[in-house]
């Protein structure tokens, strides 16, 4: 097989991270920062993508990286409107759509109006690859029980589709072959049922459903939430804060830091073990209801993310719920790999790129 030279980006917040791979091989990565001060320049997000394309260009060259040798450039997909999983042509509709923020605006839109275009500047294809948007629920997955507020998909699409078609790959079948049940478990969880290819049912893992993280809250008592939200002494921004970035494991201890949480079982701390304990029994009881969405028919319960290195996480959750399936651990994940891995299916002819 020819070599496929592939440039990665994926931008954050406050840096972007980019990556020269040939194949599934990774020959270059780097992440170049941005100071609050250069972004200040900035006031909106579309606004940065010369300063951080220039800096992409500037980066390759500083690191003898010819830019005419890459054969494809591949985007972190951003708030498009809901679409099934796959890799995606970067094409005008969907260039435009991440440069408006069609569903909402964040720096991973960057991703594939940069590999747009740089791709067009060396006459290369561009991509981005399963998006957070990828919505593959049922039907009956989509009532809440309130007319008007269907359920949304919003999960680590990246990462859950990277693992699953690796390990569909592993043990020598197809993925829409099988039917997984995924957990990514970072700051925030998505535990998905996948059935022959399609993630059909997935608790929204941003706004306040499934169990709760080390950082967001997950489902609560709705009632209590309004109450809350009526009671004067709260912001709405303020209330949003705590669903996302001060719920979960932090409002408890404190920290999100799941090593620090750790130590603190190992030293004695009643609360912190208690909150872990509570977390797993959360996830476990996610991970049951991915189950029944399936029929019970399950070939692999899969955990993934930077959680999946603790222990204390993956033995509790396989106490619980080995007796469904066997449990593979993917720990960490490299959205950079899954990136290179989406375009490479497509290059090689191994996948059709999706539609828009």
Known sequence: MAVIRSLIINPGSTSTKIAVYENDEKVFDKTLRH????LAEYATIPDQKDFRRDIIVEALKENDIDINSLDVCVGRGGFLKPIHGGTYEVTDE??????????GQHASNLGGVLAREIGDQIGARSFIVDP?????????ARLSGLKGMDRRCIVHALNQK???????KSIGKAYNELNLIICHLGGGVSVAAHEKGKMIEVPDA?????????????ALPVG?????????KYTEAEIRKMLVGKGGIASYLGTNNMIEVDKRIEAGDEEAKLVMDAFVF????????AATALCGKVDQIILTGGIAYDELVVNG???????????TVYPGEDELQALAEGALRVMTGEEEAMKY
């Open 206 to 218: 941003l706004d306040g459903d499934g169990c709760f993280s080390p950082e967001r809250t997950g």
């Open 224 to 232: 209590r939430l309004v109450d809350l939200c009526f009671s004067g």
């Open 282 to 289: 959360q996830l476990s009881k996610d991970i049951g209801s």
């Open 162 to 168: 990277a693992v699953a078609k690796r390990y569909a």
């Open 35 to 38: 100071s609050v001060e250069e």
């Open 132 to 140: 957070v948007v990828v919505d593959e629920l049922m039907p009956v």
């Open 94 to 103: 969907v260039y435009n759509d991440l440069l408006v923020g069609r569903t």
């Open 317 to 327: 959750v396989k106490e619980r719920c080995e007796w469904i399936c066997p449990i």
